[in-house]
């Protein structure tokens, strides 16, 4: 998400959004609250991702050659605790890997193809192990913030940037 942040000179809130889970709506009327672990990719008032832009009938991502590994890797995720996966039950399993709803699921692709989404497939395990590693060890308990994500960074808030 940096790299579509920097790329496109997107500011930090148009590319992420802090991971739903966690966070509610505060009970004083004054917007959300509460803590979370990670970023999701920011959506738009329909819930749809921010980088998907349909003309004349025809959609396509916006930052496709740069869209992180987890759109690579969609709609297939590997089975690894501590490690995200995408929202929905797994339709299908193959020892740990899932594959998750998606109307493109069973068609053919090459040999080629299917290499290069298993590489990918690994490359995002061993991130998202990373990751998970990385917000173990920095994580700290915060307060006087309304909304914290807690990611392999430190405690930040929603714009992305850390809480001292």
């Known amino acids: 998400m940096r790299e579509i942040e920097t790329e496109y000179e997107y500011d930090w809130r148009d590319v992420a959004r802090p991971m739903p889970y966690g966070i509610t709506e505060g009970a004083d009327g004054n917007g959300p609250t509460g803590e979370t672990f990670e970023w999701a990719l920011a959506v738009d008032g329909c819930g749809d991702c921010a980088f998907y832009e349909e003309t004349d009938g025809n959609g396509e991502c916006t930052v496709h050659d740069d869209r992180p590994l987890i759109c690579q890797t969609y709609p297939f995720s590997v089975a690894l605790g501590g490690t995200s996966q995408p929202m929905g039950e797994a339709v299908d399993e193959a020892g740990m890997v899932r594959a998750h709803e998606c109307e493109g699921l069973g068609r053919d692709i090459s040999h080629a193809e299917a290499t290069r989404l298993a590489e990918a497939l690994k490359e995002r395990a061993i991130r998202e192990l990373q990751e998970a590693i990385g917000v173990r060890d920095e994580y700290d308990t915060v307060s006087g913030e309304r909304v914290v994500v807690h990611d392999s960074e ?10 001292d």
Do not use: Y
Request: hydrophobic share 30%.
């Open 154 to 163: 430190g405690a930040k808030r929603p714009d992305g940037s850390l809480i």
